[in-house]
């Protein structure tokens, strides 16, 4: 089975794929977590140290390079693992940045949605921008606006796969969090049956 989670920076995707994957191997099935990154927090974070910013079509290109590269890398993956499979981000996330961007779709990462094998599910982590961006300052590893948090989420929002996603609540603790997404994961689990 393939999970794939999306959500804004702040959502706690990287934590629900963790846990999804221990609750499933404590519970004595194969499971595996695959992380689909783009780069981003890194190379904000290089960008802040040196006093530049990419521009946002030379930033998206090597954020999409990289993310068509691990998602790949990941796809092969997963069709050679014989339990769950839960990937942290996809390609749904990159084209809600372009969408938050003021980009356009373009034509390869829809094209490489249709082409990749479907997902079993598509988890959507719904979070408030105010608490992604608490959860954010948090961590103290990155930053994000409010306002660029608010704009990510209208994109994922606008996107056409958005209709198909199932939405999580993800603003609670993460034990109420988790019951959902397990919850989410058995039902379809069981719709499959």
């Known amino acids: 089975m393939l999970i794939v989670l999306t959500g804004i920076d702040g959502s706690g995707k990287t934590t629900a794929g963790r846990s999804l994957v221990a609750g499933a191997r404590a519970a004595g099935s194969s499971a595996l977590v ?6 981003r ?15 946002p ?15 790949l890398v990941s796809s092969f993956r997963a069709s050679r693992f014989p339990g769950l499979v839960v990937m942290d981000r996809h390609l749904h996330c990159q084209l809600a940045l372009r969408g938050a961007r003021g980009l356009r779709r373009g034509r390869l990462l829809p094209w490489l ?10 988890l959507h982590l719904d979070v408030t921008p105010e608490t992604a961006h608490r959860r954010i300052l948090a961590r103290g590893t990155d930053e994000e606006s409010v306002a660029d948090l608010t704009a990510l989420r209208n994109a994922y929002r606008a996107l056409p796969e958005y209709a198909q996603m199932v939405k999580i609540d993800a603003g609670g603790p993460p034990a109420e969090v988790l019951d959902r997404l ?7 689990r069981q719709l499959k049956v």
């Open 34 to 39: 695959l992380s689909n990154y783009a780069g």
């Open 41 to 55: 927090r890194r190379m904000s974070l290089l960008a802040a140290r040196f006093g530049v910013g990419l521009p």
């Open 57 to 71: 079509r030379l930033a998206d290109a090597a954020e999409t390079t990289l993310r068509v590269f691990n998602v």
């Open 113 to 122: 949605l249709g082409a990749l094998p479907a997902p079993d599910l598509v």
């Open 182 to 188: 397990v919850d989410a994961v058995d039902s379809r």
